[in-house]
């Protein structure tokens, strides 16, 4: 019998929306409150280093008010570790980070970076915040986590849902295919799986039926969704999709 599937709701965009015109509408920590009435398990922010987004009084402010875990998506640097420690999230996820990027493009490079990763993954750690790398879907990536000692990955899945929405059949099985094998050999690993970026309904449907994989993070696509549901609705809706799929676990 697979394992129960979370769903992590990323409130980054509601942050998108306001600092678009400035003031204090519409409120990110008013929409993770709404996502955990309508099902979400835990709420996901991303503090960049230009703060295009979320700022750190929303991470403060997520923190002190929600009832469900933080998992505070960060770049490896002195700057968010030292706000990391001073928050206490309930997760931490290392992603890569560039300014010149729209939204994050590709897992962290946990091989090359292994180093630089390595204490931020120490500080964390010992600190009692969970550790998760989001890395592509491969298992020498896989195994670079397993040395890191990070509990956690989360699987990069852009590709995949990219290449589903361009209708490119080929790629996105050879894709998914990445994806299964590598939630496969990260539970073979011992490490807890995760996976997220660009899931809809659909693929959000096709990947919880992997029973490996035990938490989705999916954030743009459910806060345009709600511009015309609602988010109570658009979170529901996918808490139904992510149920179908696992039914076929």
Known sequence: MA?????????????????ARGGAVPDPVRAAQLAIAAGADGITAHLREDRRHIVDDDI???????????????????QMLDIALRTRPHAACLVPEKRT??????????????ANLLPFVDQLTRSGIRVSLFIEPSI?????????KAPVVE????????????????????????????????????????????????????????????????????IGEAIFVGLDSAIRTMRASMDEGRGAA
Do not use: Y
């Open 3 to 19: 394992v129960p599937l979370r769903l992590g709701v990323n409130i980054d965009h509601v942050a998108t929306v306001r600092n």
């Open 60 to 78: 403060a402010r997520i923190k002190k008010t929600i009832s469900k875990p933080l998992n505070f998506e960060m770049a490896a640097t002195p």
């Open 101 to 114: 990027e729209r939204t994050t493009e590709g897992g962290l490079d946990v091989i090359g970076g292994h």
């Open 140 to 148: 020498d990536a896989i195994e670079a986590a397993v040395s890191l």
């Open 155 to 222: 699987l990069h899945t852009g590709a995949w849902c990219h290449a589903v929405a361009d209708g490119d059949e080929r790629k996105a099985s050879h894709e998914f295919g990445r994806i299964r094998v590598a939630a496969a050999h990260a539970a073979s690993r011992g490490i807890e799986c995760h996976a997220g970026h660009g899931l809809d309904f659909e693929t959000a449907k096709k990947i919880s039926a992997l029973p490996q994989i035990v938490e989705l993070n999916i954030g743009h696509f459910l």
